[in-house]
């Protein structure tokens, strides 16, 4: 079956602009989970959906940071007046129920602020 | 909050020796994954441990997680081209507010000399 996909693959942005990125988890999985990857660095949770609502945002970095999950499938991760210490890896992932089932990457959304 | 530490940060070693990577986390962990990450690509999920003192394997590669569930290592016997990647663990704490964020640690990046 397909996998995570995420959208676009690559985003490259001006400093200040606003910015969405798309998560399409695997059909069925309740939990959603956004992080973000620095070079060098693990992937860094930044919100955790069960469902529609946002179960856990402590690791959203901001409040230009937010992140929607309207009908519970597709998530949006929105980031407005973007700085350049936002450029990374935007990875999502999906998992059955969110308990301690095993967590799904998608490919990933490369964003590079200017 | 809870951290996560890897080491080495890297590791080059001749095609047919062995490899191991160590992870230890600041709290205890409800349970630890293991992922790998192909350069360019997506973390994928390797394995789940949960239990004190499990030890699980896959092929060449063997998984441990401590008695105290703080600490856990992966190692690889015979690597191969194959393995070059960089292996994270990621530790979910026992939290008991139904959040099930992973904490990464900053992986190993492996290289295998042919």
């Known amino acids: 079956g397909a996998g995570v996909s995420q959208t676009p693959s690559n985003k490259v942005t001006e400093k200040g602009k606003y910015v969405e990125l798309r998560c399409d988890p695997i059909?069925?999985?309740?939990?959603l989970y956004w992080y973000r990857q620095s070079l060098g660095q693990g992937p860094e949770f930044l919100i955790y959906?069960?469902?529609?609502?946002?179960?856990?945002d402590s690791g959203l970095p901001n409040d230009r940071f937010f992140a929607v999950r309207p009908e519970g499938s597709v998530s949006t991760l929105k980031i407005q007046r973007t700085e350049r210490g936002d450029s990374a890896v935007y990875l999502c992932a999906s998992s059955l129920s969110g308990t301690e089932d095993t967590q799904y990457f998608g490919p990933g959304t490369r964003l590079t602020v200017l | 909050g809870q951290q996560v530490m890897q080491i080495p940060q890297y590791q080059h070693v001749q095609e047919g020796e062995d490899f191991t990577t160590y992870c230890n986390s600041s709290?205890?962990?409800?349970?630890i994954q293991w992922y790998k990450q192909r350069p360019g690509g997506h973390p994928v999920f390797l394995i789940q441990?949960?239990?004190?003192?499990e030890v699980k394997k896959q092929k060449r590669l063997t998984f441990q997680f401590g008695e105290a569930k703080k600490n856990s290592s992966l190692h690889i016997t015979a690597t191969q081209t194959t393995d070059v990647g960089t292996y994270f663990c990621a530790g979910v704490p026992f939290s008991g507010a139904g959040s099930y964020q992973l904490t990464f640690g900053k992986g190993t990046k492996l290289s295998v000399i042919p």
């Open positions: 709290t205890t962990l409800s349970n």
């Open positions: 059909s069925g999985h309740t939990a």
């Open positions: 441990l949960v239990k004190s003192g």
């Open positions: 959906f069960q469902g529609t609502g946002a179960a856990d």
